[in-house]
């Protein structure tokens, strides 16, 4: 009779991969066709962090190195059956970023920190600036383009108007009350405090102003000093966006010509003061603003400026330098020369601007303009005018920059 053999089961010679409480590694032996021994059958490795799902991570990186679910070690194969492409799973990333950006940014339009299509406008802006700008400097490059006897091309300033409203918009979030003080046809002329170490972001502001806050949009000619105007990469871009040289008989012609001028009677001093004297009014010189205004029957309108003396914070200037390049100072600041280029960049401060009621001149005699103690008297109502606004609306703000 045969004889029947019975193959005796095979034995796991494996001890335990696992771990005792203590740390201490386990000495029993492993179960058959594992690396653990019934205790620690579903112990993760220790290497692994315990707020790690061991299963899960296996499943994804067998999904991203394509071996399928399940081909890495652990305790056996995914719950799911349809695993899912690498592609997938990044789509699947950006979703749920794109979900909570959403989310977040739904709580700060709640919370009133943003406004609502806040962002969808500024890339609107953003596209059409660039566009502006591009089809300005090739209308010029090709030829085809205006300009008055002064240089003033209105079409080619009007390209750069979507740029400068970036700024009027976005970055330094200009306020402005009192715009329809400024009258919407005739002359006029606007008399502003004076800072940015040079340039003249404050008269860009409020050329901007006039075109999106008035209801009848006007260019404004600004009167600039004529260190400005000598600088060659300066000079055309002033004379080409409507800036005249600083001068009784250009600031005769222009309010000939019921145009709309703008000047800055601190001059150089209101630009170069240090930020210890910000909003400071320095002196209006001798008055000249004011013969001009008498003999042209021309209403002054007084403007205080608030932010633009943070964007540049002037703590000393730069020796040598200024008369290399012309200019009558080179300023000192906090980011500039330190930062290089870099610093350049002017602060993003918060600004208001504020124009105030107009005064009339018309009740005066033209030969007033030849009274000295009269026109210095009017110089230095219109000067307290700015002051008393300057100082009541930065008691309004909150920081300088927001």
Same mark, same amino acid.
């Given at each position: 009779?045969?004889?029947?053999?019975?193959?005796?089961?095979?034995?796991?010679?494996?001890?335990?991969?696992?771990?005792?409480?203590?740390?201490?590694?386990?000495?029993?032996?492993? *179960?058959?066709?594992?690396?653990?021994?019934?205790?620690?059958?579903?112990?993760?490795?220790?290497?692994?962090?315990?707020?790690?799902?061991?299963?899960?991570?296996?499943?994804?990186?067998?999904?991203?190195?394509?071996?399928?679910?399940?081909?890495?070690?652990?305790?056996?194969?995914?719950?799911?059956?349809?695993?899912?492409?690498?592609?997938?799973?990044?789509?699947?990333?950006?979703?749920?970023?794109?979900?909570?950006?959403?989310?977040?940014?739904?709580?700060? *339009?709640?919370?009133?920190?943003?406004?609502?299509?806040?962002?969808?406008?500024?890339?609107?802006?953003?596209?059409?600036?660039?566009?502006?700008?591009?089809?300005?400097?090739?209308?010029?490059?090709?030829?085809?383009?205006?300009?008055?006897?002064?240089?003033?091309?209105?079409?080619?300033?009007?390209?750069?108007?979507?740029?400068?409203?970036? +700024?009027?918009?976005?970055?330094?979030?200009?306020?402005?009350?009192?715009?329809?003080?400024?009258?919407?046809?005739?002359?006029?002329?606007?008399?502003?405090?004076?800072?940015?170490?040079?340039?003249?972001?404050?008269?860009?502001?409020?050329?901007?102003?006039?075109?999106?806050?008035?209801?009848?949009?006007?260019?404004?000619?600004?009167?600039?000093?004529?260190?400005?105007?000598? +600088?060659?990469?300066?000079?055309?871009?002033?004379?080409?966006?409507?800036?005249?040289?600083?001068?009784?008989?250009?600031?005769?012609?222009?309010?000939?010509?019921?145009? +709309?001028?703008?000047?800055?009677?601190?001059?150089?001093?209101?630009?170069?003061?240090?930020?210890?004297?910000?909003?400071?009014?320095?002196?209006?010189?001798?008055?000249?603003?004011?013969?001009?205004? +008498?003999?042209?029957?021309?209403?002054?309108?007084?403007?205080?400026?608030?932010?633009?003396?943070?964007?540049?914070?002037?703590?000393?200037?730069?020796?040598?330098?200024?008369?290399?390049?012309?200019?009558?100072? *080179?300023?000192?600041?906090?980011?500039?020369?330190?930062?290089?280029?870099?610093?350049?960049?002017?602060?993003?401060?918060?600004?208001?601007?504020?124009?105030?009621?107009?005064?009339?001149?018309?009740?005066?005699?033209?030969?007033?303009?030849?009274?000295?103690?009269?026109?210095?008297?009017?110089?230095?109502?219109?000067?307290?005018?700015?002051?008393?606004?300057?100082?009541?609306?930065?008691?309004?703000?909150?920081?300088?920059?927001?």
């Amino acid at each position: 009779m045969p004889t029947t053999t019975t193959d005796s089961p095979k034995t796991n010679t494996l001890t335990c991969e696992g771990h005792t409480k203590s740390g201490a590694r386990c000495r029993r032996r492993a *179960v058959e066709g594992s690396k653990f021994c019934s205790q620690h059958a579903d112990q993760a490795p220790p290497e692994m962090p315990e707020d790690i799902d061991r299963d899960a991570l296996d499943d994804a990186i067998a999904d991203l190195t394509g071996k399928g679910a399940g081909a890495a070690g652990g305790s056996g194969a995914s719950d799911s059956d349809d695993p899912s492409s690498p592609l997938d799973e990044l789509k699947q990333i950006a979703d749920y970023v794109g979900e909570n950006v959403s989310k977040i940014r739904d709580a700060a *339009v709640g919370a009133g920190v943003v406004d609502d299509g806040l962002l969808e406008r500024v890339i609107g802006d953003c596209a059409n600036a660039i566009t502006s700008l591009v089809s300005a400097f090739a209308s010029r490059a090709g030829g085809d383009y205006e300009e008055d006897d002064f240089g003033f091309d209105k079409e080619f300033t009007e390209g750069l108007l979507p740029l400068a409203t970036l +700024l009027y918009r976005y970055y330094w979030r200009v306020d402005v009350v009192g715009i329809e003080n400024v009258p919407a046809e005739g002359r006029g002329l606007l008399v502003s405090n004076h800072a940015g170490a040079g340039i003249p972001f404050d008269g860009a502001m409020i050329k901007t102003a006039m075109h999106l806050e008035h209801p009848t949009p006007r260019h404004v000619r600004l009167l600039v000093l004529d260190w400005l105007m000598g +600088l060659p990469w300066m000079a055309d871009l002033m004379k080409q966006t409507g800036q005249v040289l600083a001068s009784t008989p250009n600031a005769y012609e222009l309010l000939k010509r019921d145009e +709309l001028i703008a000047v800055f009677p601190e001059g150089v001093k209101g630009m170069a003061k240090p930020f210890s004297q910000r909003y400071n009014l320095q002196r209006f010189g001798r008055g000249g603003f004011v013969r001009i205004a +008498l003999r042209t029957k021309t209403p002054i309108i007084p403007v205080a400026v608030v932010g633009s003396e943070e964007i540049y914070p002037k703590i000393a200037n730069l020796p040598i330098l200024p008369k290399l390049i012309g200019a009558p100072f *080179v300023p000192v600041t906090p980011m500039f020369p330190l930062f290089g280029l870099l610093g350049l960049v002017p602060l993003p401060s918060k600004w208001h601007i504020e124009f105030c009621d107009p005064i009339d001149v018309t009740q005066y005699p033209p030969e007033a303009a030849d009274d000295r103690a009269f026109v210095l008297e009017l110089s230095e109502r219109v000067r307290a005018t700015i002051q008393e606004r300057l100082k009541a609306n930065l008691l309004t703000r909150r920081t300088p920059f927001w």
